[in-house]
């Protein structure tokens, strides 16, 4: 089996502002550190369709943003989310690689996949951009694993260093779906939070302190995550692979180093040996110390490759 790898280049047309952490740099720094990997089968991510979007929000928040496109230069939905003329498209890309990718996992075609592209989803809530992002990615492929390929119990795990809130919102109120959030706290966006469990019980937050390092998240998946993921047996591990909880990242104040990333990996990966067939999707999220990404990026790609033989 392989490990199959979906990006697109008018993920590169989503151009933010000088000085915005979520640039177009984050995706170049990804190509290069994997442009060495020959035994990486790369798929081009296929556009999505409106079908696609609306498995989980609703008509009216595709057709705010569609009218919000601007014909040049970039506008501005929030504090931090911004759009040029590229968005749209390149917002399309990531929601079709992540169902490609799905799509592609689940015939066996391959035996797991990494979705670079962007912008991330993990923040864009039902009706509401925020935190650079515009669909729910994950989500709409957790959704479509369900909706359209019959499964039952599809697990999603955000390691991102902020709270996946709209992930969380998406799935507040599908059974179907166990959700997981590790992040610090506090950091924006100041939720995700334990008592927050969705429902039907299916969501699960776990908060790290500030200056909290990567034995720390190993204790805590091995006590908590991992015993949980069994009990629910899943047929499909979704994971919103953000690297910005890595010590030298600009925007949040965790310490783990690409060693843990790549545990975190091996471990996703014999939990879908044993439940699911090894079927694992993982979709970039966060991540904004340029070399820091890529190298982190690498070494989870590289991972996700010796599981896959």
Partial sequence: MTTLLYTHPDC??????????????????IEKALSDFSDLERREAPNCKDD??????????????????????????????????????????????NIAAVDAVLAGEAGNA??????????????????????????IAARHAMERHGLSRVTVVDFDVHHGNGTQA???????????SSHQS?????????NETGGHNNVHNITFAPESDGATMREVYEAE?????????????????GFDAHKDDPLAQLNWDIEDFVWLTNRFCQLADTHCEGRV???????????????????????LMENAQ
């Avoid at 609703?58 to 040049?72: K, Q």
């Avoid at 966006?189 to 334990?194: E, H, L, M, N, S």
Wanted: hydrophobic letters at 45%; charged letters at 15%; aromatic letters at 8%.
């Fill in 12 to 29: 590169l047309d989503h151009v933010t502002p000088d000085g915005h952490p979520e640039q177009v740099a984050r995706l170049i720094s």
């Fill in 52 to 97: 696609d979007i609306l498995l989980c929000h609703p008509e009216s928040y595709l057709e705010f943003l569609v009218a919000n496109v601007p014909p040049s230069g970039s506008r501005q939905l929030d504090e931090d989310t911004h759009m040029s003329p590229g968005s749209i498209r390149a917002a399309r890309r990531a929601v079709g690689a």
């Fill in 114 to 139: 990494f979705v670079a592209t962007r912008p991330p989803g993990h923040h864009a809530e039902i009706e509401t951009p925020m935190g650079f992002c515009l669909f729910g990615n994950v989500a």
């Fill in 170 to 180: 998406l799935l507040w109120n599908e059974p179907r779906a166990q959700f997981f």
């Fill in 186 to 194: 506090p950091l924006w966006p100041g939720t995700g939070f334990a």
């Fill in 225 to 241: 995550v991992f015993p949980a993921i069994d009990r629910f047996q899943p047929e499909l591990i979704l994971l919103s692979a």
């Fill in 281 to 303: 999707v993982s979709a970039l999220e966060g991540g904004y110390n340029i070399e820091a990404l890529g190298e982190s990026v690498a070494a989870h790609v590289k991972a």
